[in-house]
């Protein structure tokens, strides 16, 4: 029974067992006669929490099919392509869901990132400008300003931002100077490969480093 499968598959996926959830939700949609928008958004967050873009991709692209004016869809879809690093597809993606009226804290610092990562530097600080503008700055905006002012050779911009992300991550987490220093080299370290692929001279980001920890 198509709706039993359903049902049991929410009650694993709730319970944690994502395979289990998926088994179901498969067999689910091969007994179908028609393709069920429940099923494929689910068998989609399955696969996308076990960190299988592809195939989470896939059940999107099938919901996509039937719902082609769904703004969550749609950001389901850019999330998925940003983790496969296909940014161009991601960016055509989020502009679709942002012109379908998803909501600005949903949709604005994601599409900046993908702008970025595609190399559209000035766009990318646009959009990131906006989400700030509408949401109100969070301390890892102000990190990705400073990867977008160093893709746009400006290295006292860059600072200023990576200074402010230090200073905003000790106050919305109450964390010592120390802990924000770390949390913040963590997160460079983290985006250094894309950031070289955008032309970043990867080996100059610890004299950065230890410039700005110098000045504050």
Known sequence: DVQLLQKTGYCLQQLGDLRGALELYSKADMMSA????W???RIGRCHQMLGEFEQALDAYRKLEAL?????SVALSIGHCLVELKRYEEAVQAYFKAEYLGAKPKKVLRQLSWALLMNGDADQSRRYL???MSA???VPNDYLNLGH???VRGDFKEALDSY???????????????????EA????VAEDTAELGRLGINTELLPLLVDSLFYTL
């Open 148 to 150: 977008i002012a160093l």
């Open 34 to 37: 028609e393709p069920s928008q």
């Open 184 to 187: 913040f080299i963590a997160d």
């Open 163 to 181: 200074r402010r992300n230090i200073a905003t991550r000790r106050e919305a987490g109450a964390l010592t100077e120390d802990a924000a220093r």
């Open 135 to 137: 949401t109100g700055p």
């Open 129 to 131: 400008e906006r989400a």
């Open 67 to 71: 719902l082609p004016m769904n703004a």
């Open 39 to 41: 099923t494929l958004r």
